[in-house]
């Protein structure tokens, strides 16, 4: 039987776990929390349950992919969001709802928007023919090397190519005329870790498959619901996750890795390893590879770092639905390459008790406050951190009218350097490594390492990118490269 090690139980690194066991190799999973699932992690306090990160999944059917390659239906229930979230803007008193129906949205809308159905069509109907005109040419599929990912674009109709030469704001400008609805129709970039800015227009894909493809899920029970049963299914089939063991080094290694080694000096070996460890900065801090030496990983575009809070309530707020975003008046990029706190940030906020009473005691809310901030690069401490919640505690407070500071039973916060430490997310990076035109497809550090044969990446930032379903797909691209260097065992 052949062995095979996964660094991390990330999804990317339990997808590729089932992927493999299923195939007949024995896995066993090193993993330096104490949980499993990476970012898709969980937080329980005092009587509160909370989805540490993800909170909503897109393209879903990947999922249905993945449980469906093992032989199983998907073993936890998904529900679409409807409306997907609402909008509070700075200085409005009430909400814009965000629907996937254009009649509703138009609805929404139509005080400072009169042509949004005519002009949201035609932006979708674009961003679909590029989803679909890329999706199994260029995201789901492994390249050879640069030669073989430049013929593959060649096959994507140059229509497409206005799409390279603008960002994410210029895309939305050329459709929408109000301020509000082009803000919203480039939250997505926010989804990726970065601006409207900073986010190539190609991304306005990312519009398509929220409003028309597949819109956004919640996970029944819980985002972590998932995690559980892939982690049960893992037991059945004898997988073993090994907690709080983090690889540090690598020992004999010759053109082939023999041996992994942990912080007591432990040495693992197998016959293949796969890294979803970020796998940018494992071949820099791991490896010693110098093409990603802390100064080299220092200059590469990395996704916004979060600022996170987690808040058990005492009482009901009734002007939070299960997603919504509250807009400050600095939409820009300077706030995110700053040593200082933001003073008016925008923040998301998901109120998990809106929708599964056993996350919260009875007549309690269950808040996860998201806030993307400078990473370790840019504000080395956050011994701020306190009164940097507070700011958005108060601020939250005033927008939905209800004073959380007095009902707090539960908080927690995780600043940058929290995440970097927990889960060796790079300088605290909340998504990994950017999408940017140099960035993705064969410009992202690749699946396979260029110099162990037997070494494999996995997860946010390998291909095709990051989120959950991105990391789905990395683990489907990964078991591709590994059969086709050591063949199908049955
Ligand atoms: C706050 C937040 C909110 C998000 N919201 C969403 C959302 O709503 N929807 C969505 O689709 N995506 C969301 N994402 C993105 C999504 O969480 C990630 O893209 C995805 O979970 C990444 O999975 P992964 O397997 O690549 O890596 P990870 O989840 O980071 O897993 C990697 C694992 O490897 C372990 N590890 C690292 N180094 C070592 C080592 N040397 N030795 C041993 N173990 C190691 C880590 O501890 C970790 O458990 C969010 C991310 C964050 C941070």
Redesign the pocket.
């Known amino acids: 039987m052949k062995k095979a090690v996964i ?7 339990l997808s590729t776990a089932l992927r493999l066991s299923h195939k007949g190799y024995d896995v066993t999973v ?4 104490s949980t499993p ?4 992690n969980i937080i329980e306090q005092n009587g509160f349950r909370f989805d540490m ?5 897109s393209m879903t059917y990947e999922l249905d992919e993945l449980f469906n390659s093992v032989g199983m239906k998907v073993p936890i229930e998904l529900e679409e969001l409807d409306p997907l979230y609402q909008v509070f803007f700075e200085g409005q008193k009430k909400p814009r709802l965000i629907y996937k129906d254009l009649k509703k949205l138009a609805e929404e809308f139509k005080d400072i928007e009169p042509n949004l159905e005519e002009n949201a069509k035609k932006y979708l109907e674009r961003a679909g023919h590029f989803f679909h005109d890329t999706v199994d040419k260029v995201v789901k599929t492994n390249f050879s090397n640069k030669l073989d990912y430049v013929l593959k674009l060649t096959r994507v109709p140059l229509k497409h190519l206005p799409y390279l030469q603008r960002n994410m704001w210029g895309e939305v400008e050329k459709h929408f005329t109000s301020e509000e609805v082009k803000v919203i129709f480039s939250l997505v970039a926010f989804f990726l870790g970065s601006t409207p800015f900073q986010t190539p227009a190609i991304y306005s894909l990312l519009n398509y498959t929220e409003m028309k493809h597949n819109g956004y899920w919640k996970v029944k029970g819980g985002m972590y619901r998932l995690v559980e049963e892939l982690v049960k299914l893992l037991n059945e089939k004898g997988v073993k996750i090994v907690y709080n ?4 080094s690598v020992g004999n290694n010759n053109g082939k890795l023999y041996e992994l080694i942990d912080q007591n000096g432990k040495k693992w070996t197998a016959d293949i390893f796969i890294s ?2 970020d796998a940018a900065s494992f071949r820099g801090k ?1 490896l010693k590879r110098e093409k990603f030496s802390e100064e080299k990983l220092d200059q590469m575009h990395w996704t916004l770092a ?1 600022f ?1 809070i987690y808040l058990g309530v005492k009482g009901k707020i009734d002007k939070l639905t299960h997603h919504n975003y509250f807009l400050g008046s600095n939409f820009s990029d300077t706030i995110f390459t700053s040593s200082i706190s933001p003073q008016k940030p925008y923040y998301y906020v998901n109120a998990l008790s809106k929708s599964e009473a056993s996350c919260a005691p009875e007549g309690c809310e269950n808040l996860f406050i ?1 806030c993307p901030v400078p990473d370790l690069r840019y504000k080395k401490s956050w011994e701020d951190k306190e009164e940097l919640a507070q700011n958005i505690i108060d601020d939250l407070s005033k927008r939905v009218g209800f004073d959380i500071q007095s009902n707090i039973i539960t908080k927690k916060i995780l600043a940058p350097d929290d ?1 970097a430490n927990m ?3 790079y300088k605290g990076s ?2 990994g490594l950017a999408h940017d035109i140099n960035q993705v497809g064969a410009f992202r550090p690749k699946n396979k390492d260029e110099k162990l044969s037997n070494l494999y990446y996995v ?2 930032s390998t291909t095709p990118g ?6 789905i797909i990395s683990s489907k691209l990964v078991m591709e490269r590994i059969e086709n260097d050591f063949g199908a065992l049955h």
């Open positions: 660094i991390g139980s990330g999804l990317g690194g090193l993993e330096k929390h699932g990476g970012r898709l990160g993800p909170s909503f999944m063991t983090e690889v540090v979803n460890s791991i979060p996170t998201l995440w889960l060796n997310l909340g998504l997860g946010a990051t989120g959950l379903p991105m990391v």
